[in-house]
């Protein structure tokens, strides 16, 4: 039993001085909603949900395969002056995270400075040799970054981990938006809400602007997806839709000559830019996993030859590995010569002798992450886990050390969520996606996750976790 | 347009047909159930609509008698029937998930709340649906589907694969009924012109919602040449053969014309259409009704093949 007095969290509410002055409208909202009208409400929006299509689908586990993430219709909020901070923040680490990326795969200046351990980087699982002294268009390796994010305090934000792969979730950040609005008109009547619904232009402009320099036309954007037995193919569908580019699977892609071409009823047509949306390792089996199914065999002698630019670029998940998190700061440093606006949560890597000894003897204190894991799985959060969880984490942690990191418990903020009896606070996180090609754009707005089930801070969505609208207040 | 995406889309017009001819066959059914014995009693009257769809046999493995109920399942819910209207529907919004991008949020709505539907029905208390109503939903769903996208959809590509999958799996249907009323309604040549043929004749007609219009454009008098007139050769009627396959020509002519370049499907499909257009119904009757059909369905099939080869970048779905 944890004896000490339970934390207390920063409610983006109601903190000690009142309702805060951004809530102040949502707080009259749901005091004055009749009641009877949220349960309805609440059924409208599922109905749409399931309707559009938008569920996540878990194959293996038996019941319906296709799941629908729970929408909580209380918005999450945040000024405009939070909001500029975290713009910059965000687009200061996307860049530096880039510039790492560039760096690793040419000269590796800062492991030559001594700023971050040879090993880390290339005995990464992640680092691909095989793009190495590869520069791609523009210099992007990770052309969406997506940021996750926690607060801790009216002014505390930390990063929790950083994704340069595929990260997911932004058509939940678009179509939580879209329900609100159809289903409470008057809410945006009444506030000043930044819009996001121009992340999908945003989205294809960047992707163009990375177009292969042997392209003499309007580039070719597709997005490749390894079909619709992949949990995220809404996603894929809808990105796709709302760009009005073709999806592709594999099998519909071929190389020939130095080219990719797609294809189509009216023969072979020439592919610029391929947004993937599988991992490196399934992308060309002539390079990678021989076995896989998935990819286009020949992709990277093309992709390496300059006809054809991958986003994210092979490779570039040697940026978001969590053992490499922990230098992100000294990159920002290193590259940009400026301070990190964003802070790292403390982490301990249990591959270090003082910080392993730490770590084990406070297990019951601290969260501790698998280095390659992801979704939640994976993770001990020792003030919510067992003695006999917290023993089995304390026996891989000593068998492998270097496969974890150990962070504090963070007192992550809370934020008003609808509960069978009314309002109540749940932990919420915060992912915004930043693009980056010839320009670095962000959409005032994220992925708000809510871990439902009380006092859980847990909010995959793997894990209960639900997902809010997320606002901007415009200035 | 993707290849995938068009044979996906093809697709969907064949299995959205194809669950419509389920539902008139159940219609079918269920009326001759009510109606004093003429053969065998009802029992025949449903073997005869399994017989039509070609899968007596399949029923036959799995449910001891013909009895409706036993049908209903088979036919409307039955997911290891693969011509079953659940079958068949699931079919189209797995066809329609692998697409969305190319069809409108209207129509993937209509297709996916029909889905929803069925998952609700198949959770019912039987008792509370009666096969009118399961008739009456699949043919609501197919009309709101195929009005969405005449209403909706651009009239690009997509649309022409969607309406080509529609008209050859049409063309076969009407084919596969009028060649089961050779062989199993009418066993016997004995029958040729008695009332009893009669009967069966208004029983196929009934199965392509056509009996009233036939009697419109007839006259009223039901004798095999006109029925086969009508189903094979009638330009008014849209389920006979030249219809469909007219239909299916246009589609493939705009294709032509908006890709610049003509295929063996529309050679194919002039073929068929030039037999039709030309045909008698006394040389039918010479070559024999059935030799006819066979032959037609075997030209459909082909012209299905080549419209695989030609888009769909070959492989068969």
Request: with cysteine; proline share 5%; aromatic share 10%.
């Amino acid at each position: 039993m944890n004896t000490k007095t339970p934390p207390v969290y920063f409610d983006e509410m109601s903190d000690t001085g009142g309702i805060r002055a951004p809530y102040k409208r949502l707080d009259d909202w749901h005091r004055t909603m009749p009641s009877g009208i949220r349960n309805i409400k609440q059924h409208e929006a599922e109905a749409l949900f399931r309707r559009i299509g938008i569920t996540f689908a878990v194959y293996g586990e038996g019941g319906d395969p296709e799941r629908l993430i729970p929408f909580d219709m209380f918005p999450r909020v945040f000024t405009f002056g939070e909001w500029r901070k975290l713009e910059r923040g965000i687009k200061q680490r996307a860049q530096a995270l880039n510039m790492f990326l560039s760096d690793v795969y040419d000269r590796g200046e800062i492991v030559k400075a001594g700023r971050i351990p040879a090993d880390l980087v290339y005995r990464n699982e992640a680092f691909e040799i095989a793009v190495h002294g590869f520069r791609p268009p523009k210099s992007v390796f990770s052309h969406i970054v997506g940021i996750d994010l926690v607060r801790t305090g009216p002014d505390q934000f930390y990063v929790l981990e950083d994704n340069c792969r595929t990260p997911s979730g932004v058509s939940y950040m678009l179509e939580n938006r879209e329900i609100m609005m159809r289903m409470f008109p008057d809410l945006f009547v009444k506030n000043r809400i930044a819009p996001v619904d121009h992340y999908p232009n945003a989205l294809k402009s960047t992707l163009a602007s990375v177009a292969p320099q042997k392209c003499d036309h309007e580039p070719r954007v597709v997005v490749l997806t390894p079909g619709h037995f992949n949990s995220a193919y809404y996603e894929h569908t809808f990105l796709a839709d709302m760009m009005g580019v073709e999806l592709v699977e594999g099998q519909d892609l071929f190389v020939e000559g130095d080219f990719v071409y797609m294809k189509t009823t009216e023969g072979p047509k020439k592919v610029d830019v391929i947004y993937r949306r599988l991992d490196d390792a399934f992308i060309d089996p002539l390079c990678f996993r021989p076995d896989s199914m998935l990819g286009v065999p020949g992709l990277m002698s093309v992709y390496l030859s300059g006809g054809v630019t991958i986003c994210s670029a092979p490779g570039a998940g040697v940026a978001d590995d969590k053992a490499i998190y922990v230098y992100v700061p000294e990159m920002i440093r290193f590259y940009l010569g400026e301070e990190p606006i964003l802070e790292n949560v403390p982490t301990f890597q249990c591959g270090k002798a003082d910080d392993r000894k730490y770590v084990l003897e406070n297990l019951p204190e601290l969260v501790v992450k698998e280095v390659h894991g992801s979704g939640g799985y994976g993770m001990l959060v020792g003030p919510k886990s067992s003695k006999s969880q917290i023993e089995a984490f304390r026996a891989k942690i000593e068998d492998n050390p270097g496969g974890y990191i150990a962070q504090p418990t963070l007192a992550l903020s809370t934020c008003p969520t609808f509960v069978e009896e009314g309002i109540a606070p749940r932990h919420v996180d915060l992912r915004p996606y930043c693009l980056m090609g010839e320009k670095i754009e962000l959409v005032p707005g994220g992925l708000t996750r809510v871990a439902l089930t009380e006092g859980s801070l847990v909010v995959n969505s793997s894990q209960g976790g639900g997902v809010k609208d997320t606002w901007v207040m415009a200035e | 347009m993707l290849s995938r995406t068009a044979g996906h889309l093809y697709w969907l017009g064949r299995y959205l047909e194809r669950a419509e001819t389920a539902a008139r066959l159940m219609e079918v059914g269920g009326r001759n159930a009510l109606l004093p014995n003429t053969t065998g009693g009802h029992r025949n009257e449903w073997e005869a609509v399994l017989q039509a769809m070609g899968t007596f046999e399949a029923f036959s493995e799995k449910y001891s008698d013909t009895g409706q109920r036993n049908v209903e399942t088979f036919l409307f819910f039955d997911q290891s029937n693969p011509s079953s209207i659940a079958s068949c529907i699931g079919a189209v919004r797995e066809n329609a998930r692998v697409v969305r991008t190319a069809m409108t949020v209207r129509l993937w709505d209509a297709i996916n709340t029909a889905f929803q539907d069925l998952k609700e029905m198949s959770r019912t208390e039987r008792s509370q649906l009666s096969m009118s109503d399961l008739i009456d939903w699949t043919m609501k769903v197919c009309a709101e589907i195929r009005g969405s996208i005449e209403i909706a959809q651009l009239r690009n590509d997509g649309y022409h694969f969607l309406n080509i999958g529609m008209a050859i799996e049409r063309a076969d249907n009407t084919a596969r009924l009028l060649n089961v009323k050779y062989y199993v309604l009418l066993p016997s040549m004995r029958y040729v012109g008695s009332g009893l043929d009669n009967y069966q004749w208004v029983t196929l007609l009934r199965a392509m919602s056509a009996h009233r219009s036939f009697i419109w454009t007839y006259d009223g008098e039901l004798s095999p040449a006109k029925i086969a007139h009508f189903l094979i050769f009638n330009q008014l009627f849209p389920r006979s053969l030249l219809t469909c396959s007219m239909k299916t020509a246009d589609h493939l002519d705009h294709l032509a014309r908006g890709y610049g370049k003509s295929t063996e499907a529309q050679q194919k499909v002039r073929e068929i259409v030039g037999e039709l257009a030309e045909g008698q119904v006394e040389d039918i009757f010479e070559e024999g009704l059935h030799e006819f059909l066979m032959r037609f369905m075997v030209a459909n099939e082909d012209l299905a093949r080549a419209v695989q080869s030609a888009y769909l970048g070959g492989a068969e779905a």
